[in-house]
């Protein structure tokens, strides 16, 4: 069993302010940052965002919106196709169904179109503080290879990990993980040599394991 204390500790010392990379005004312009970065950077996200609330400032604007028009800006995302129908298509419901205003419940968010369990937790904490733990690549990889939780599916990673965290830390270790997957812990060649968790981390244990054995 890791010694999830110590990781959570080490992790917050080496992320004192962990956030989302996503450049966001407010909730509008957040939901849609998350849906486009589906298979796509952060950083691309951002240069499209800049472009796309500039065309369609209010969620209003984007309810209203040419699909082809959007479908051109938003291209570099990638699927741009099926994310410039969903953002228009969450838009309409936002203003038909919830007077304008992104929701705040969950169930609320997972009702409209292109948001799934992962978009509906990182808008909960970021835009509205509520404890919510989002399981993107990162998060899986990172939490399964260092023994926060030990699980083949995202839905079992999440289970675990909200399981395993204290509540109040749900969503400051869901930015943690991502940047720690992002810049550390990549998915080819993690940089275990450099990283303040190797001596907790089940992955670095198991292979330094199975190097001292070749040796
Ligand atoms: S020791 Fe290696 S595998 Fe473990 S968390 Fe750090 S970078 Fe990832």
Redesign the pocket.
Known sequence: MANIKEIVAQIKMDYPNPDCELVFKNSYELIVAVILSAQCTDKRVNLVTKELFKAYPTVQDLANADILAVEEIIKPCGFFRNKAKNIIAMARDVVLKHNGEIPSKKDDLKSLAGVGEKTANVVLATAFGVPAIAVDTHVFR?SN??GLANARTVEKTQEQLEKNLNKSDWARMHFSLVL??RY???AIN???E?????KN????LQ?HKNDAKNA
């Open positions: 990172v290879r260092l720690h997957g550390v812990c990549k993690p940089k275990c450099d990283c303040h968790l190797s981390c089940k992955f670095y292979n």
